[in-house]
Nanobody, 122 residues
Framework: QVQLVESGGGLVEAGGSLRLSCAAS????????MGWFRQAPGKEREFVAA????????AYADSVKGRFTISRGNAENRGYLQMDSLKPEDTAVYYC???????????????WGQGTQVTVSS
């Protein structure tokens, strides 16, 4: 079992930045690939970004490519999502997840956090 807790969400103006953090406990964090997903009101949960176990491979949704950066610190049992140039359409609840393989789809995720709200005002 892995427990995940997201933090760092909040309200920001368009063009601003936020850094989300995902704290992991339980089984060794470095054994898992990690991903970030988001869910806007009335929409399905969607993939945002993912990173391999050692951080050497990353993947991004086209909608965030060039604006968001995923990273991880295995020594700290934490994952991060740096979000720059935020847009109102980035408003959603953001979830971190871990998986055996890079989680670019919801189905691949094994464990989920409870989510953190990100609101971008225009």
């Amino acid at each position: 079992q892995v427990q995940l807790v997201e933090s760092g969400g909040g309200l920001v103006e368009a063009g601003g930045s936020l850094r989300l953090s995902c704290a992991a406990s339980g089984r060794t964090f470095s054994l898992y690939a990690m991903g970030w997903f988001r869910q806007a009101p009335g929409k399905e949960r969607e993939f945002v970004a993912a990173i391999s176990r050692n951080g050497g491979t990353t993947a991004y949704a086209d909608s965030v490519k060039g604006r968001f950066t995923i990273s991880r610190g295995n020594a700290e049992n934490r994952g991060y999502l740096q979000m720059d140039s935020l847009k109102p359409e980035d408003t959603a609840v953001y979830y971190c997840a871990v998986a055996q393989y890079i989680p670019t789809t919801i189905r691949r995720a094994d464990y989920w956090g409870q989510g953190t709200q990100v609101t971008v005002s225009s």
